[in-house]
């Protein structure tokens, strides 16, 4: 289904290697707010989305989900590219590199390793994207922190592009959950129940 443009959404020319940002920056990697946990929430939710126009966003959120997940690789394997050994042990990247060298691995600022109980598909429309909402303002405060300790712009200009396409989500789900709750009964305006569901799927 996905045709692959073999270039970045947004362009990324890090010059200068810095293994402490890299350890900062591949929580939106791999991390519980990162871009791979958002695009496998969105891809998920929407098969069980009884709109289509939910689904067709879930769908289109969830593949721009995916063009961060490789904008935040290519900026964490340009910060670490042909680091030293002294530089990555002084930086603390040390455990890192033992375990992966300086490829890619999914995990948190913190070491913890990606998992999929980070995010949740439920089935319920109102539910879901009431957890994209808050995902999306979740990923926006990370970032918020990324840029608060990033001074290098060819660092810090890729990440503000990915913290307003975080604000654009969001606003997007909410026009989305605005669009389903209209379509509800009114006695169960935030309780979805298809059996009171009153507008074509």
Known sequence: MWNYEKRLQ???NIKTPNAKLAQYIISQYGGPD?????SMRYLSQRYSSP?????ALLTDIGTEELAHFEMIG???????????????????????YIDHTLALWPQAAGGIPFNSCEFQSKGDVITDLTEDLAAEQKARTTYDNILRVV??????DPIRFLRQREIVH???????????????DPVNFYQ????????KK
């Open 10 to 12: 947004y362009p990324v």
């Open 34 to 38: 990162g871009e791979l946990g958002a």
């Open 51 to 55: 709109y289509r126009e939910i689904g």
């Open 74 to 96: 290519t900026i964490v394997h340009q910060l670490t590219k042909n680091l030293s050994m002294e530089e990555i042990e002084a930086s603390g990247l040390g455990p890192y």
């Open 151 to 156: 001074k290098d712009h060819e660092v810090a």
């Open 170 to 184: 969001f606003q997007r789900f909410g026009e989305g959950l605005r669009r389903v709750q209209e379509c509800l």
């Open 192 to 199: 979805y129940n298809p059996g009171f569901d009153r507008c």
